[in-house]
């Protein structure tokens, strides 16, 4: 908590003097209204300033009332302020009137880009085409409203971008435990395990960072494996840099060691883990009782010693066994995080994340203080007031056959289905979302994009200018983290909170008595935000309401209205969230009223071992004791007769089941089809790859055996984050970019050595697809073996006038005689004449190179992630070639792409299945849905 900071009595009318009158003592007064940051998915609290003369926001400081980021933010909360005054904003709907690609622009109506998108999905739908209708988001910003839109048009059209970043280690959370991601309680535990440079820049940064670090005062070990001396590397007492792709070898090691060294915590697997199933499926020969587990498991994974794991990971077999000897004296304080790096990395890499929740699950740490906790227990997701049925459809465009078990959406795929004859889309919505840079392999983006018979209207609803956007049919402004509602949470520490998000320049007017009817009348230009967006333009394509689509969007107060987000929220904060009306009657306020001042909510009550909590008998009415002890309702999904039965029971994880039978006792448990933690899960088994269903290290495709080091190949890390730039949107950020604005290839002396590298020298990056043009940077830093580069930098844009950024050189695309696309970087940031006078000091000017053009899908066969880590060759530049270049043959990407679906083993499965239906979904559909044609 900060120590210092505007009392909340005083945030309507706070009173500071002028830093930039100084040494005059000039009195300012402002009104500090509370919103969360949209910058990264923290959702860190933030007060914006609006100075009171001046009627414009003076800064973003933290909030400190925020339960997650207790005042403080990363260096992107206060930039909000760069992209609210960004001179390159887009301020107005704009629809193409050149071919796509062109960058002609006419500024239209809200008006006609409702008129015209709604008739045009209007038409669609009426015409049985719902599945060409796709809403495909990037930062998604509330976390539940876009459900409740896809839901009430009725079409399975929604695509993330979790496929480029998570999916991976969601597969190895979920197969343990139903919830896909871990709840570290890191300020108070007492050893804290992170893989990849979680601390710097990796998941929920801020929220994250401050509590490792009160961990570490509290004499927490910190280890981390990492190819790269990160930040978190620095602070850490022991830094692994494995070879990319081994950590679920050294994970299970260390599992072995603790079992070994039995130093595990016995009497919670004994109790929480479906160990008789791992006995009766992987040791028949043995007596089903406990004491046999430990011998098991040491049979089990034989392989995975701390000699063979020091060859493997290439690392130090004895400081395998001091880091084991430590988790082992930590037990029920082990508090561990992978998110993106390995599980996002490697072919495999979901087992990371199923190897890491190995170790939790046998130290004993699950939900405990100091352990780690499911994401569940922790992030609070209010239901939606007005929820409609969930939709009947199945999209196989972005949930096809061949990939049963993957987490979310297979969006890389998107344009090679599409280019295969498999669909195509009448209305693609980008959000937030800049997939032709941003994903691998976006050449092939690009001519999807700009083939209307592909794609035949991209509709871009994006803050700024992007790659993508320049080949759209309509460009929509939506507002910044200041200028929208969202309602969003996460897993930041143990607890339940819900921050905020509202439109701070409507709320400074209503208080100063202005009234609105939509909040892109109070936003700067006509920008808007998505929830009034949605509301209206869903009755622009039912209009008469005969597909039933505008009474989900009609005012409950004043039927034959829209409905408005102040009786949305009314609805929600009233009656979706516990402890709220309690909390804002002391304050003698509404609960929406009460959110607008504080910004945010803690809900009472904490979240230790949720799993243990008993159950009462009144839930457990209607429900039979199966043979594991599971309390199933006849008609859910753990014992269905027909899909027909369990529809309307769908719960969106798990199959409904409401308690286990732990030694006689009905107990919560965790939403798996045990109700245990599952050690061996049957799913697995069930679904094609029986030989993954125990945590297992699997080789990965970049694996460094199978590399021709005398030829130049190396492994290539492209997916490390810097912690002060975001994605892409942060080329829209002045302070960030002078910040960050260098992109350099991280190379070890020795290999710089070998392959004859220069400091600062051009290097040649070749992938299977194409080659980039990168300089180098000689570092001690790296693991030899291995080059690295941010997967931030390297924006471009095609017109010298517009379209600019901060961070954005001019580049040109060409199609060279062979086929092959070239993007050729003309020059690098430079200083231009705007209103706002620090373009014309811009002193910076490398924007870096775009590397992922020259990756190919390589979608994971079980998790759909895309496999980042690339097997390149290395060497010195080529005659002819230039900072930025990059070179690309999608034909030869397709050929990859044909590779990686021959890996796959298609569903269905089980009851002609499309998927199981206890794994968790984004905006799942009814039971039906799930059964295969
Ligand atoms: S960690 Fe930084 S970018 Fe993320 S929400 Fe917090 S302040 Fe914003």
């Not at 350099?744 to 020795?750: M, R, T």
Request: charged fraction near 25%.
């Amino acid at each position: 908590m900060l120590n210092a900071y505007p009392p909340e009595e005083n945030w309507d009318d706070h009173r500071a003097l002028d830093a930039k009158a100084w040494p005059r003592r000039v009195e300012r007064r402002f009104r500090l209204v509370p919103t969360t940051c949209f910058n990264c998915e923290a959702n860190c609290g933030l007060l914006a300033y609006v100075d009171k003369d001046t009627g414009k926001i003076a800064k973003f400081e933290g909030n400190p009332v925020h339960p997650a980021s207790r005042g403080r933010n990363c260096a992107k909360g206060p930039a909000t302020l760069n992209q609210v005054e960004d001179p390159e904003r887009i301020l107005h709907p704009m629809k193409r009137v050149g071919d796509r690609g062109e960058g002609l622009w006419e500024r239209i109506t809200w008006d006609q880009a409702l008129d015209e998108i709604g008739e045009r999905i209007g038409r669609a739908f009426r015409e049985d085409r719902r599945h060409e209708v796709m809403y495909h988001v990037g930062r998604m910003g509330d976390d539940s409203y876009m459900e409740r839109v896809l839901h009430a048009w009725g079409i399975d059209g929604h695509n993330s971008h979790t496929n480029i970043c998570s999916s991976g280690a969601r597969v190895g959370f979920a197969t343990w435990m139903g919830f896909d991601r871990p709840s570290p309680d890191f300020a108070n535990a007492r050893v804290i395990f992170l893989i990849s440079s979680h601390l710097e820049a990796g998941h929920y940064f801020n929220p994250h960072a401050q509590r490792i670090l009160e961990g570490k005062e509290n004499g927490a070990t910190i280890v981390c494996i990492d190819p790269r001396l990160s930040n978190t590397a620095s602070q850490a007492d022991h830094w692994f840099s494995a070879w990319p792709g081994t950590e679920a070898f050294l994970l299970l090691a260390i599992a072995r060691l603790l079992i070994e060294n039995d130093t595990w915590d016995r009497a919670f697997v004994e109790r929480w883990v479906n160990w008789q199933t791992f006995l009766a499926e992987t040791r028949p020969d043995l007596d089903p009782v406990f004491d046999n587990v430990g011998p098991a498991l040491l049979d089990h994974y034989a392989e995975y010693t701390p000699a063979e794991a020091a060859r493997v990971c290439g690392i130090d077999e004895d400081r395998i066994r001091e880091v084991a000897r430590v988790v082992g004296e930590g037990l029920g304080g082990f508090a561990g995080h992978t998110w993106r790096a390995a599980s996002a990395g490697n072919e495999g890499g979901w087992q990371v994340s199923r190897c890491l929740w190995f170790v939790t699950v046998l130290t004993g740490s699950v939900g405990t203080e100091g352990g780690t906790n499911a994401n569940g227990w922790n992030k609070f997701i209010p239901v939606t007031p007005i929820h409609p049925e969930p939709q009947g459809e199945w999209n196989d465009l972005t949930w096809p056959a061949e990939y049963p078990l993957t987490h979310h959406e297979l969006s890389v795929l998107l344009p090679h289905f599409l280019k295969s004859g498999r669909g195509k889309l009448d209305t693609y919505f980008t959000r937030v979302y800049n997939p032709l840079w941003t994903n691998p392999d976006g050449f092939t983006w690009l001519e999807v994009l700009a083939d209307p018979e592909k794609v035949g209207c991209h509709v871009a609803l994006t803050p700024t200018w992007n790659e993508s956007a320049w080949y759209a049919d309509y460009v929509l402004p939506m507002g910044v983290a200041s200028e929208r509602h969202d309602v969003g949470s996460f897993e930041t520490h143990n607890g339940m909170w819900i921050g905020f998000r509202q439109p701070v320049l409507r709320r400074h007017g209503e208080l100063e008595g202005e009234s609105f009817d939509r909040t892109h009348e109070a936003n700067p230009g006509e920008v808007w935000e998505e929830q009034e967006f949605w509301i209206d333009l869903s009755w622009r394509i039912d209009p008469d309401g005969s597909l039933g689509i505008r009474r989900q969007f009609e005012s409950r107060e004043n039927p034959g209205t829209p409905l408005t987000l102040d009786e949305y929220y009314t609805m929600l904060f009233e009656g979706s969230v516990p402890g709220l009306p309690e909390a804002a009657e002391a304050e003698g306020l509404t609960p929406l009223e009460y959110m607008r001042r504080k910004g945010a909510f803690a809900l009472p009550g904490d979240q230790y071992r949720v799993y243990e909590r008993d159950v009462a008998d009144a839930d457990l009415v209607g429900t039979e004791k199966d043979a594991q002890g599971v309390y199933r309702r006849p008609g859910t999904a753990g014992s269905y007769d027909s899909l027909d039965e369990i529809k309307g029971h769908m719960p969106f994880i798990g199959d409904g089941s409401p308690a286990v039978d732990i030694a006689g006792e009905a107990k919560f448990g965790f939403p798996t089809p045990s109700k245990k933690l599952e050690l061996f899960s049957e799913t697995m088994r069930d679904w094609g790859w029986p030989e993954y269903a125990t945590p297992t290290f699997i080789r990965s495709h970049v694996h460094w055996e199978d590399l021709d080091f005398a030829a130049g190949e190396r492994i290539l890390v492209p997916t490390f984050r810097i912690p002060t730039l975001i994605h892409t949107r942060s080329a829209n950020s002045e302070w960030l970019n002078e910040i960050s604005h260098r992109h350099p290839l991280w190379v070890h002396p020795s290999d710089a050595e070998e392959l004859g590298i220069e400091e600062n020298g051009l290097v040649r990056i070749t992938t299977r697809i194409g080659h980039f043009v990168i300089a180098a940077w000689r570092t001690e830093g790296i693991r030899p073996g291995v080059v690295a580069a941010s997967h931030h930098m390297g924006r471009w844009r095609l017109d010298e006038d517009k379209a600019r950024s901060w961070g954005a050189g001019k580049a040109s695309v060409e199609r060279e005689s062979d086929g092959r696309w070239r993007l050729r970087r003309e020059h690098g940031n430079q200083p231009y004449d705007s209103d706002e006078p620090d373009t014309g000091r811009i002193w910076w000017s490398d924007t870096g190179v775009h590397q992922n053009l020259t990756f190919p899908v390589q979608p994971d066969p079980v998790s759909g992630m895309h496999c980042w880590l690339q097997r390149v060759t290395v060497g010195p530049a080529q005659l002819g070639d230039a900072y930025g270049d990059v070179v690309v043959d999608t034909e030869a990407s397709h050929a990859v792409f044909e590779e990686w679906l021959a890996k796959t083993r298609p569903g269905p499965g089980p009851d002609g299945l499309r998927r199981p239906l206890w794994f968790a979904r984004p905006v799942k559909p009814k039971a039906t849905a799930y059964q295969a044609d």
